[in-house]
């Protein structure tokens, strides 16, 4: 078997790698103020085809989470891949994504738990973007019943 080499995304993926500390605002209902949380992630190549994030904070109720977050790209599907996982939930976040015009924006689309908790899913997109080589952002937001996309957090990462 032949090890592929690494292409323009895989290299995309790898200005991820690095030590972060994060700053993040959510907000857990429309009627609810926004709520502030800080945590760390480390970001670990894996042969230059993929990318391992473990990060931890706290959690807007005071608790502590863990989450692991993995982003390769697929040349075959021509598209980014992934998973995210935290242990503040049982939900497998699978990843499909795609980087804009500008390359600098990388939206990663998924499925999950509606925060209705009617047992039904809604589409949910996690978005990174590149401010500067030591800042990037992860913007999350929901698709709501009329079909728009609500912004519901907002984290900050800034290069240690």
């Known amino acids: ?13 790898q200005q991820l790698v ?4 994060i700053e993040c605002e959510c ?12 945590g760390q992630e480390v970001v670990r190549s894996l042969g230059g085809l993929w ?10 109720d005071g608790g502590s989470c863990d989450s692991v977050m993995t982003l390769g790209y697929d040349p075959q599907a021509k598209r980014f891949v992934g998973s995210y996982i935290a242990s503040v939930m049982t939900h497998f976040w699978p990843y499909l ?16 738990p509606n925060f209705s908790g009617d047992g039904t899913m809604a589409k949910y997109q996690d978005i990174i973007e590149i401010v500067t080589p030591d800042h990037r952002t992860l913007t999350a937001r929901v698709q709501v019943e009329d079909g728009t996309w609500q912004q519901f957090m907002t984290a900050h990462y800034r290069r240690k």
């Open 1 to 13: 078997m032949q090890i592929p080499e690494p292409q323009a995304e895989h290299r995309w993926l």
């Open 18 to 21: 690095g030590e972060w500390s």
């Open 27 to 38: 907000k857990m209902g429309p009627d609810h103020p926004p709520m502030k949380t800080t």
């Open 51 to 60: 990318v391992i994030g473990e990060g931890s904070g706290d959690t807007p």
């Open 97 to 112: 994504g795609s980087l804009d015009e500008s390359r600098k924006i990388l939206t990663l689309d998924s499925e999950g």
